[in-house]
Nanobody, 123 residues
Framework: QVQLVESGGGLVQAGGSLRLSCAAS????????MGWFRQAPGKEREFVAA????????YYADSVKGRFTISRENSKSTIYLQMNSLKFEDTAVYYC????????????????WGQGTPVTVSS
């Protein structure tokens, strides 16, 4: 069974940090482009960050560049999102996703999704 399971979300004050994890199972993890997306209440899903299968290439939304870091450990079939200097506007449900393709920013091209983990940043 193919599955992505996120963890690490929670409540944090503005300026604080959180580290999200996404554990994969049932897929050839090291072959997949992996991404993080988020959806705030009343808003559309948006791209946050992505990492190539080897970890050699990373991609970020302008809104998180310099504050968030995506990484992966293929030996553990896990990706991470280190989020620093969190802002109120980072509040959202964060989803990890897997893509067999090579277009990192388009959510429509990711075909495996986790259930999401909520992040709430208090101002």
């Amino acid at each position: 069974q193919v599955q992505l399971v996120e963890s690490g979300g929670g409540l944090v004050q503005a300026g604080g940090s959180l580290r999200l994890s996404c554990a994969a199972s049932g897929l050839a993890f090291s072959s997949y482009l992996m991404g993080w997306f988020r959806q705030a209440p009343g808003k559309e899903r948006e791209f946050v960050a992505a990492i190539s299968w080897s970890g050699g290439n990373t991609y970020y939304a302008d809104s998180v560049k310099g504050r968030f870091t995506i990484s992966r450990e293929n030996s553990k079939s896990t990706i991470y999102l280190q989020m620093n200097s969190l802002k109120f506007e980072d509040t959202a449900v964060y989803y990890c996703a897997a893509s067999a393709g090579a277009v990192p920013r388009s959510g429509d091209l990711y075909h495996i999704w986790g259930q999401g983990t909520p992040v709430t940043v208090s101002s």
